[in-house]
């Protein structure tokens, strides 16, 4: 499977940004799929991930009610729609995907990932 993460710049606080991960290869493997994201001198950290067929989703306290992940099965493409940006949201984000459907929000569930984007919240 290889992952294809875009969408990231620049924006000011309050600001939205919507990244898109497509999925390509032995796609039919993939029960979760999942953004995290990695601040300068951060360790890497959940974000969102979604189930491939059921829709479900899951998100880290911090971005609840400002970020939604979504997924269009037909283009296999994850989506993460970010809205209400802070400056803390800065980082790069990278997109994964897991043939573990208990993946969710344990990073090392997930099986491959994708090059990552940068994202700049300015204040």
């Known amino acids: 499977v290889q992952l294809q993460a875009s969408g990231g710049g620049l924006v000011q606080a309050g600001g939205s940004l919507r990244l898109s991960c497509a999925a390509s290869?032995?796609?039919?493997?993939?029960?979760?799929m999942g953004w995290f994201r990695q601040a300068p001198r951060k360790e890497r950290e959940f974000v969102a991930a979604?189930?491939?067929?059921?829709?479900?989703?899951y998100y880290a306290d911090s971005v609840k009610g400002r970020f939604t992940i979504s997924r269009d099965n037909a283009k296999n493409t994850v989506y993460l729609q970010m809205n209400s940006l802070k400056p803390e949201d800065t980082a790069v984000y990278y997109c994964a995907a897991s043939r573990d459907a208990r993946a969710l929000g344990v990073m090392s569930l997930y099986d491959y990932w994708g090059q990552g984007t940068q994202v700049t919240v300015s204040s």
């Open positions: 290869g032995r796609t039919f493997s993939i029960y979760s």
């Open positions: 979604i189930s491939w067929s059921g829709g479900s989703t």
